[in-house]
């Protein structure tokens, strides 16, 4: 069962362009949601993250808007530049319980290859 | 230079032949987890470990190994690898208690079984 959903599957989008990147999750015990980078041959790396007491968190170009009621939130990339080029992630993690083994486990979702035009 | 180091980088091997992909964190971390990304399923955990001599099964376990034997180190080890496991793998660590827990990715291997 894939408890984050992520979509689009792949996004083109031309230089200075916003890109926008949506995700839905079902388990509303998820307490931190990440969106990681991924560029070609290169692992993941932390972008942005936000917790979900707060609607909205921007950092330079990039901004998580985050929506509890509904259970989604979604990676914005203004001005979109073509080595913004790489592959998103976004990601919830399930909080520690008192003596519990969980501890930071992330569920991530499918992923989306952003190609940005120049 | 803080990091997550893998080894070996690409590997192709035949179906059944025993396989250790290593991986290392110099940051002192006590969370580590192993990771599969396949074409449009994003990253599938297979194991994780809290500290030394603590693993537990991630999302996607079967076939595969761990352990935890020094605080840096967090072997993934394929018994007998199939073709379903041909995959691009992932070592991540992370602090507990301390941070905001993000996860430090290693640079992947790359791993076909024909």
């Known amino acids: 069962q894939q408890q984050v959903k992520q979509s689009p599957q792949s996004l083109i989008v031309q230089k200075g362009g916003i890109s926008i990147i949506n995700c839905a999750y079902e388990?509303?015990?998820?307490?931190?949601f990440p969106w990681y980078q991924q560029f070609p041959g290169k692992g993941p790396a932390l972008l942005i993250a936000i917790r979900p007491d707060v609607s909205e968190k921007k950092e330079g170009r990039f901004t998580i808007s985050f929506n509890k009621s509904a259970k989604q939130f979604s990676l914005h990339i203004m001005d979109s530049q073509p080595g913004d080029s790489a592959t998103y992630f976004c990601a919830a993690r399930i909080p520690r319980k008192a003596g519990g083994t969980s501890y930071g486990k992330l569920t991530f979702g499918q992923g989306t290859i952003l190609t940005v035009h120049p | 230079e803080a990091q997550v180091t893998q080894n070996p980088r690409y590997l192709i091997t035949v179906t059944g032949k025993k396989l250790t992909v290593t991986c290392s964190q110099n940051m002192n971390h006590e969370y580590m987890s192993w990771y599969r990304q396949d074409p449009g399923l994003g990253l599938r955990q297979i194991y994780y470990s809290m500290n030394v001599e603590v693993t537990d099964k991630g999302d996607v376990p079967e076939g595969y190994k761990v352990s935890r034997k020094e605080k840096r180190n967090f072997p993934l080890i394929l018994e007998s690898p199939s073709p379903n496991q041909t995959s691009l793998y992932f070592c991540?660590?992370?602090?507990?208690?301390?941070?905001?827990?993000?996860?430090?990715f290693g640079p992947g291997t790359r791993l076909t079984v024909t």
């Open positions: 388990n509303t015990a998820f307490d931190y």
């Open positions: 991540a660590s992370s602090p507990i208690d301390r941070g905001t827990g993000e996860q430090y």
